[in-house]
C-alpha cells in the first residue's frame, strides 16, 4: 500500500470515528438521574423535596371599654271637687273636695364593662416537605411534617401550602410568608403537656364558669 492510499484509508478511519462520537460527550452523565450541569436543586416536580423557613409571629392586642346609663321619672297629681246638687237629695247643697293626691316613679339602670385581651405567639423552624402536585400555572403544592421525640416528649409539626417556583431561593428555600394558604400545626405529647395544661378538674370548672 502506497503512501497516498495509506492517508485515505487513514482520513476514513478518523470520518468514521467522529461521526459516531455523541455531541458533548466528554459531559455525558454517568447516570440519566443525575442533573445536568447547567441546572439548580430547585424543587421543579411532584415527589421534590423543599425546605420552608418558618418565621411566624401574631400580636393580638384588644382592649374594649363600655358604660351605659339609662334613668326615667315620672310625676303625676290629681284633685278636684264635686257638688250632687243637680242629682238632689240630703246631701244636694253640700260640696265635695277631693284629697290631693300625687304619684311619682323613677328608675334607672347602668351597665360598666372592660375587657382586655393580649396575645403574643412566635414560632421559627425550617421543615423540608414534599411536592404533592404541580397546578397548570406551575405552582407547587407542598405538604410534610416533622417530629421530635426526646425523653418521652413529642413533637410533630404539620405545614401545608402552595408555592410560587420564582419564590423559591437558589438554595432550594422559601420563606413561609410567601407561601399562600399556608398552615401549620404544632402538636405536643407527653409529661410537657401534662404539666403546662390545666387538669380534668381546672377545665371543668373553667367549662362550668359564666364570667
Known amino acids: 500500500m502506497n503512501t497516498r492510499l495509506r492517508l485515505i484509508v487513514i482520513a476514513v478511519a478518523l470520518l468514521l470515528a467522529t461521526s459516531c462520537t455523541m455531541a458533548e460527550s466528554i459531559w455525558a452523565r454517568g447516570n440519566e438521574r443525575t442533573q445536568n450541569l447547567t441546572t439548580d436543586d430547585k424543587a421543579t416536580t411532584v415527589g421534590d423535596v423543599i425546605t420552608i423557613v418558618v418565621n411566624e409571629r401574631s400580636t393580638i392586642a384588644n382592649e374594649t371599654s363600655r358604660d351605659m346609663s339609662k334613668s326615667d321619672s315620672r310625676d303625676a297629681s290629681m284633685s278636684g271637687s264635686a257638688q250632687p246638687g243637680s242629682i238632689g237629695g240630703p246631701f244636694s247643697d253640700r260640696e265635695f273636695t277631693f284629697p290631693e293626691v300625687d304619684f311619682g316613679s323613677s328608675a334607672s339602670n347602668s351597665f360598666s364593662g372592660d375587657t382586655e385581651y393580649d396575645s403574643d405567639r412566635s414560632f421559627s423552624d425550617q421543615i423540608t416537605v414534599v411536592v404533592q402536585d404541580v397546578l397548570p400555572n406551575g405552582n407547587l403544592v407542598v405538604q410534610g411534617q416533622r417530629s421530635r ?63
Open 149 to 211: 421525640e426526646v425523653d418521652g416528649d413529642s413533637q410533630v409539626a404539620q405545614v401545608s401550602g402552595v408555592i410560587r417556583p420564582s419564590d423559591v431561593g437558589f438554595n432550594n428555600t422559601v420563606r413561609s410568608d410567601r407561601v399562600a394558604d399556608f398552615r401549620v400545626v404544632y402538636k405536643g405529647a407527653g409529661q410537657e403537656q401534662n404539666f403546662t395544661n390545666p387538669g380534668w378538674l381546672g377545665r371543668i370548672a373553667n367549662f362550668l364558669n359564666p364570667f
